[in-house]
């Protein structure tokens, strides 16, 4: 079993919305956070994502899809004018 990341989200939030979706749809996932506590954002500079979104290699393909899903702008907002 090959985990790898399947998204590099730009904060903690994003990255547990993406694995609550992932695990919803029967995908088991992970967080991997880049950050370093006691350096207080050093590792923000180093490194423009917050963490990772991890699966397994062979669910890798469906969570790509949901993800697209998810990330993808609402259809319904296409059309409105301001």
Sequence with gaps: MAIKAVYRPDD???ANAVRDL???NG???MIRSFQIP??????R???TAWGEVLVDEA???RAKELLDA?????AGDAGKQE
Excluded: Q, T, V
């Design 70 to 74: 998810f990330l993808a702008p609402d």
């Design 59 to 61: 669910d890798m393909a």
């Design 38 to 43: 006691a350096y207080d954002g050093l590792a």
């Design 12 to 14: 903690e939030l994003m």
């Design 45 to 47: 500079m180093m490194r």
């Design 27 to 29: 995908i088991p996932a």
């Design 22 to 24: 992932f695990e919803e």
